[in-house]
């Protein structure tokens, strides 16, 4: 299902919902269509491109600041699947400070790693196992959410993403 991204009236990017949520907001005139992706919907009295990229009419306040989730695939998105210690291909995940000694499963404590790395490493840090980290890992960028939400971010999107970096 094709996804559409939601901006605040200030152009801010708030979500990605599928694409016929943003045409009922559109319908129900709390949205206005910004950008379509090429295809039409059609009802017996009415067609309209389909969204991908709604602006609403009104400003949301969001009250927190929004930060991505931390899944598997998240962090192999910002590690480019790459193992942090030895640079292949990552398949596993691996706690800098080892939970059992008090390490935290936060972004900056996680990294991606290959199997061979990690079963080297095991339940050590990286200093005590001889290994160094290619670069620390960081908690991604404010709006890296989106990027996590969806596999491929279409062209109509990025000049609104590029405006909130």
């Not at 559409?4 to 016929?20: D, G, H, I, Q, R």
Request: proline share 8%; with cysteine; hydrophobic share 40%.
């Amino acid at each position: 299902m094709r996804s559409a991204l939601v901006l605040n009236a200030t152009y801010e990017p708030l979500s990605v919902v599928p694409a016929f949520r943003a045409v009922c907001l559109v319908l129900a005139d709390k949205a206005d269509l910004i950008a379509g992706d090429g295809h039409m919907v059609h009802s017996a009295r009415l067609s309209l491109p389909s969204p991908s990229v709604v602006r609403l009419r009104y400003v949301v306040k969001v009250p927190y600041a929004r930060r991505t989730a931390m899944s598997r695939r998240a962090l192999f998105a910002r590690d480019d699947a790459r193992c942090q210690y030895c640079g292949g291909h990552a398949d596993s995940l691996d706690h800098i400070v080892p939970r059992s000694r008090g390490g935290q499963h936060t972004w900056e404590n996680v990294a991606a790693a290959c199997r061979p790395c990690n079963l080297r490493k095991r339940d050590r840090t990286p200093a005590e196992a001889g290994m160094k980290l290619s670069r620390p890992p960081c908690a991604p960028r404010e709006h890296a959410w989106i990027g996590a939400a969806v596999a491929l971010i279409p062209e109509a999107w990025k000049p609104f993403l590029a405006r909130a970096s």
